[in-house]
């Protein structure tokens, strides 16, 4: 594991001969369990694993039509909130596997839930022993997410992680069996809660009695991996390249613009508005780009090895979607990753030439 970055709030931490470091996603259930166990006096530290999949404030960011949107790390701002110390780890090359080749198999989509938990409790578990700590904290409730925190999962996670009755769920233990946290009275029972079920109610509920006011969407969930439309983008992606290796930039491009392949060769990404555009700028001598030289459009980037007929016809899509696709002749300026420029002149493709299965 690679320490990305360790934060401290302002806020002062009390500190007990008892510690307990949370899983915090970020999201509300995470920092209701930790700041119930932070009630009983147990001081308790944040653990964040950066997987690459989960970087909703980054997305938000980029984006012109997301300004109103808070651009944050939802974990960084949970553990100012709660007044604890955050250590973010770098797991991205390990999470590889987990993604690729998940004992659990998917979800719905491309998540591999249970797997992740099970991995995410684990390195947890590994922290906990490199750092003196007591036990683990997780946000999970009961029948809340059906592929990880069903009843009949939760024993797997704990079992598998190597984390065993060192898992403490405060939301949902009283409908588990005590953990050791509970047995040796480091927590008392009595005090933890008895969630089931996807309601969010009780947790609002929660939320509002320990005046926490603003926090991300209840539900959490950033990973992208749920998202059917980012999933079909990576397959696509393992598809082109013929094996299911990735890097962290193949991750961030899947998450910006549309995804066009009107060749099994290469695939263009546009820009859906200026934002976009300039992120994808910082990526223009990785790719082949493409942009209007005659009227405004959005920058274009060509992934793939084309031939001069695929030049053309990305040029045709590039002034489809420019403010010239109703002009006879668009101008599109082409740089090469060799650095070199070239000038095409293309009629724009019609709406009716652009078929829905391009699309990604």
């Known amino acids: 594991m690679r320490i990305i970055g360790q934060f401290f709030s302002c806020k002062r931490v009390m500190n007990t001969h008892r510690k307990a470091v949370a899983l915090i996603s970020g999201g509300l259930d995470s920092m209701l369990a930790a700041k119930t166990v932070m009630e009983q006096g147990v001081h308790v530290e944040g653990i964040n694993f950066f997987t690459g999949f989960c970087v909703e404030g980054h997305t938000h960011a980029i984006r012109e039509k997301d300004k109103a949107k808070p651009k944050r790390n939802n974990a960084l701002w949970v553990a100012e909130q709660l007044g604890i110390k955050l250590h973010i780890v770098d797991v991205i090359e390990e999470y590889k596997n987990v993604l690729i080749n998940p004992k659990h198999g998917y979800g719905q989509n491309l998540n591999p839930c249970l797997d992740c938990k099970i991995f995410m409790v684990n390195k947890a578990k590994q922290w906990i022993s490199e750092n003196n700590f007591d036990f683990i904290i997780t946000g999970e409730v009961i029948g809340q997410r059906p592929m990880s925190q069903s009843k009949s999962k939760m024993p797997i996670v704990a079992k598998q992680s190597g984390a065993d009755d060192l898992l403490l769920r405060p939301l949902c233990a009283k409908n588990l069996p005590a953990t050791l946290p509970e047995l040796e009275g480091w927590v008392d029972r009595e005090k933890l809660h008895d969630i089931t079920g996807r309601s969010r109610k009780p947790q609002m509920a929660m939320a509002e009695a320990f005046g926490f006011e603003d926090y991300a969407q209840p ?23 013929g094996h299911k290796d990735y890097e962290l930039d193949d991750v961030m491009l899947l998450k910006v613009g549309r995804h066009i392949r009107p060749r099994p060769n290469f695939k263009l ?63 599109i300026a082409i740089m090469m990753q060799d650095g070199s420029e070239r000038l095409l002149q293309v009629s724009p493709l019609k709406k009716e030439e652009l078929p829905d299965a391009w699309y990604i």
């Open 219 to 241: 539900a959490g969930g950033c990973c992208f991996l749920t998202d059917k439309s980012y999933s079909a983008k990576l397959v696509d992606l393992w598809q082109a390249h």
């Open 269 to 331: 990404i546009v820009a859906r508005e200026e934002g976009e555009g300039r992120f994808l700028q910082g990526y223009q001598k990785e790719f082949i780009s493409l942009s209007s030289a005659s009227h405004q459009g959005p920058l274009v980037l060509l992934d793939g090895t084309p031939s001069a007929e695929d030049l053309y016809l990305a040029a045709q899509i590039t002034a489809r979607f420019g403010q010239g696709r109703d002009a006879e002749q668009v101008d």
